[in-house]
């Protein structure tokens, strides 16, 4: 297991440092940070003073190793409009997103495992059916367009729930947070079930075909011969073997829906990293641009990790192979 660990970690150094090399060059290539940083009336000559100073006269690779120095240490530049590091601007929008895709994950959890399991156990029941046209329908409709329908529906014409913004929050040891206060929860609901809408669909129907497969494997229907209970043969034959391919897929989906996370917050107004992110393009702020590529594909390649560490535990057979 060890071995299987270390190896997986070597992977993800390697893949991090491809996603840091391909940020370099974007930055290396888009923008100039002595035009963002002097104003116009500014000589050629002080602006040659300056890149000389900043070292944008150096080879690509002395750049490139000097960034990759400072990125181990924390530092990937500072922002041209904040005027600040460029990770601390991005942790401060952190707690927004990773609580909006909290939430989000939760609803996915609780919605997409009892109604994919009652789905595969009762394929042909009238509730079965309608949740696969709909679940075609929900992986088909895009998530903007899922939010901008919640915000129509129950903000709009039902005034239920806010439509924009993170509501009163609460600051605990720098992470300020929406879920110590009603207000704060209530401008969580919208945005989490229009997050969840489009994975929601993909692991109800995930759920439902693998558990229909083991459900057909030759150990649940010995389960069934020697007499055990239904339940005990659902939950603990078949949907437990059902749970590794869901961990798998889970994991890559978590990274995906930060991603998605640009667009819901757009619509929400929720301030978090995507917001962040589109704000720093229009703004053309390539330092914040590629710090939040690096960080993303941290997260990323962070979560993957933990996943196929998880896998091995589960499945000691993905180990096994490994060695071969």
């Known amino acids: 297991m060890f071995a299987f660990i270390i190896r997986r970690t070597t992977q993800a150094v390697i893949v991090m440092l491809i996603v840091s090399f391909l940020g370099f060059s974007i930055r290396h290539q888009i923008g100039d940070p002595v035009r963002d940083l002097v104003g116009v009336s500014v000589s050629a000559a002080e602006r040659e003073i300056l890149r000389n100073k900043l070292g944008l006269n150096d080879p690509f690779f002395v750049q490139y190793l000097r960034f990759l120095k400072n990125a181990l240490h924390g530092d990937l530049g500072n922002s041209f409009f904040f005027k600040k590091p460029a990770l601390e601007v991005i942790l401060s929008k952190a707690p927004a997103t990773l609580e909006l ?31 696969m046209g709909l679940s075609i329908v929900g992986v088909s409709i895009p998530v903007f367009l899922t939010a901008i329908m919640l915000i129509y529906i129950f903000a709009v014409e039902l005034k239920w729930l806010p439509s924009y913004g993170r509501g009163a929050t609460v600051n605990i040891g720098g992470w300020s947070t929406g879920f110590l206060t009603i207000d704060g929860l209530k401008h969580l609901i919208l945005p989490s079930i ?29 389960a069934w011969a020697k007499g055990l209970k239904r339940w005990r043969v659902w939950f603990v034959h078949a949907f437990k073997n059902t749970l590794l391919p869901v961990i798998t897929v889970g994991g890559v989906q978590i990274g995906i829906m930060i991603a998605y996370t640009i667009l819901t917050e757009t619509v929400f107004q929720w301030q978090g990293m995507g917001f962040m992110f589109l704000e720093a393009v229009e703004r053309s702020d390539t330092t914040l641009i590629v710090a939040y590529m690096i960080t993303v594909g941290a997260i990323f390649v962070v979560v993957n990790t933990i996943v196929d560490i998880v896998y091995g535990l589960v499945n000691p057979t993905v180990r096994i192979t490994g060695r071969k």
Request: overall charge positive; glycine content about 2%.
């Open 194 to 222: 229009a997050l969840s809408s489009i994975m929601l669909p993909l692991f109800i129907r995930l759920i439902r075909s693998e558990m229909m497969e083991v459900l057909e494997t030759e150990y649940v229907k010995f």
């Open 101 to 131: 895709v909290f939430c989000s994950s939760l609803i996915i959890i609780f919605l997409s495992i009892p109604i994919g399991i009652f789905a595969a156990i009762n394929p042909k029941n009238w509730f079965s059916r309608l949740t």
